[in-house]
């Protein structure tokens, strides 16, 4: 049985930083390309960004670019989501995600999420 599951959320200030991690088991880690992902209530779930397989390649949504860096430790089966000047827009329940794409990328298994508040 897959199961992601991200920790790290919690309530932060605007201007602030934080870093979600999302640990996956029963699945081959480097297999997979992992995503992060967000939605905010009344919003659609939105991708922004993801990490290749071996972590040698990223890319991110224009929203949050330079604002956010993933990357993976293959050997603890972790991904990272670190973000930094937090406003309240970014408020959200975030997500991980695992994909075989990763340019195309479609999850075949998602975390169970977790809320992120920033306060003005």
């Known amino acids: 049985q897959v199961q992601l599951a991200e920790s790290g959320g919690g309530l932060v200030q605007t201007g602030g930083s934080l870093k979600l991690s999302c640990t996956a088991s029963?699945?081959?880690?480097?297999?997979?390309?992992m995503g992060w992902f967000r939605q905010a209530p009344g919003k659609e779930r939105e991708l922004l960004g993801a990490i290749a397989y071996a972590g040698h390649s990223t890319y991110y949504s224009n929203t949050v670019k330079g604002r956010i860096t993933i990357s993976r430790d293959n050997a603890k089966n972790t991904v990272y989501l670190q973000m930094i000047d937090l406003k309240p827009g970014d408020t959200a329940v975030y997500y991980c995600?695992?994909?075989?794409?990763?340019?195309?990328?479609?999850?075949?298994?998602w975390g169970q999420g977790i809320q992120v508040t920033v306060s003005s």
């Open positions: 995600a695992a994909s075989e794409a990763y340019l195309q990328f479609g999850a075949d298994y």
């Open positions: 029963g699945l081959t880690f480097n297999n997979y390309a």
